[in-house]
Structures are given as C-alpha cells and as structure tokens.
C-alpha cells in the first residue's frame, strides 16, 4: 500500500466531532515500514492529537526512531501543511531532505521537505554547553 493510499484509509479514522477537519498521515521509517495516524479531537479542544503526532507516536511505539518519507491528506481546497508543533516532531524523527507530501482528498498536492517545512528547526545542538 503507498503511502497516499494508507493515509486516505486512515483519515476515514479521524475522531473529528468539532471541527469536522478529518487528516490522515502515513509515515515510512527507515525499515521501509509504513505508520499511520488520524487526528483525535478532544472536548478539552487544544488537548487532539494531530494525524502526524499519531503517526510518530505508533512508529516509535514499534521501536522505530528515524522517518525517510511522510504523506498527509485533508478534504481541503489545498494541500493542508503539518502544524508547527507537528513540524518540530517530524524534524525530531527525519532528515531534512525527507520528502513531505501534502494532499486533498480531489488530488492536489504539493511536495516539500523537512527542512523547507521547518527552516531553522530547534536541534540537540541548541542545547550544547549546558
């Protein structure tokens, strides 16, 4: 199953009874396996879980550390980007020449990276000489 292919399957998932705003995600580490992750809204509303995060969190549960590929998909006029937050996670797992496709659910979609999602990501170094 590609990538495109499990995160459209997985948005179906998407506990979104607020905003209405299903994402999915599908990531591929670096074992060539493939994670997936909807969002998860809570009535704490800023307490969701965003599809990207659920992702991470299900590859790192498997044991995984390191992402080589990421697709996320919304039903939206264009290409929905990961949040900041979600950003800062994917450059904690990827590279920054990993490949970061954004969808809709009519078939647009734009492709990036890591590092050109996040320019100037906060890094390990950052914390050097503490």
């Not at 179906?12 to 599908?26: D, L, Q």
């Not at 498997?62 to 979600?86: F, M, N, R, S």
């Not at 920054?96 to 906060?122: C, K, N, Y």
């Amino acid at each position: 199953m590609s990538l495109k292919d499990a995160a459209t399957a997985v948005r179906e998932n998407a506990h979104a009874p607020y905003s209405k705003f299903k994402v999915g995600a599908a990531i591929r580490a670096a074992s060539g396996a493939v994670y997936v992750g909807c969002n998860v809204e809570n009535a704490a509303y800023p307490e969701g879980t965003c599809a990207e995060a659920g992702a991470i969190a299900a590859m790192v549960a498997a044991g995984e550390k390191q992402l080589t590929e990421v697709y996320v998909i919304a039903d939206c006029p264009d290409p929905v980007p990961p949040c900041g937050g979600c950003r800062q996670k994917l450059a904690e797992f990827g590279a920054g020449d990993v490949p970061v496709t954004m969808g809709t659910t009519r078939g647009a979609e734009r492709a990036s990276t890591i590092a050109d999602l996040l320019p100037g990501a906060f890094e390990t170094c950052h914390m050097d000489g503490q």
